[in-house]
């Protein structure tokens, strides 16, 4: 392949691009972006995990609202801290080859902060306060919004999300598989 001695065997670079929206070569420049975040840990060990302090290194995800979130989806033990195949599923998911409905699948599970499958008011507030930043609404305005929200959305009327329900949402917005997306 041309890029000198990879850690990874053929079969094993074949099995990432079966299973991921990347093809071999794109999975080896994965694999120097995470051992970029740690050398010394991952140099000599492709199974070694980071923790979740690291992984938010990444520029990406340092500056995404939602960083330590997407850490702790994709991370195997939910614990934000990732491996390397939890890195490449992140980074695939995200990739402009990824289908619009898995973006929507793994962005639902990012916004459901409790863990319910469910985007209920709490969801949706810490969703929209990771938004806003600094900006802050006071509580009447958050109420409205998220009352707006659920207007909108909550199709059954049951004061919350399911998954059917947002991503409904995210077929009518255009532009949502270019927001969700985070560059190798």
């Not at 991370?75 to 890195?87: A, K, Q």
């Not at 898995?102 to 469910?118: L, S, T």
């Amino acid at each position: 392949m041309g890029q000198g001695k990879s850690q990874f065997s053929e079969e094993e670079l074949q099995d990432y691009e079966d299973l991921t929206y990347f093809s071999k070569k794109e999975v080896l420049y994965a694999h120097q972006k995470f051992k970029a975040l740690a050398p010394e840990k991952v140099g000599h060990n492709k199974n070694a995990k980071l923790p979740i302090n690291k992984m938010l290194q990444y520029p990406e995800l340092g500056v995404n609202p939602f960083g330590e979130r997407i850490c702790k989806v994709f991370s195997s033990s939910r614990d934000g801290d990732c491996t390397f195949e939890d890195f490449l599923d992140m980074m695939s998911v995200f990739s402009e080859a990824a289908p619009k409905s898995v973006k929507a699948e793994h962005a639902f599970r990012i916004f459901d902060f409790d863990g319910d499958d469910m985007l209920g008011t709490s969801d949706l507030k810490q969703v929209i306060e990771r938004l806003l930043g600094n900006n802050k609404l006071t509580e009447r305005e958050m109420q409205h919004l998220i009352q707006n929200i659920l207007e909108e959305a909550d199709l059954d009327d049951d004061g919350s999300l399911s998954f059917a329900e947002f991503e409904h949402i995210i077929d009518k917005s255009s532009d949502f598989s270019n927001a969700f997306r985070i560059r190798l």
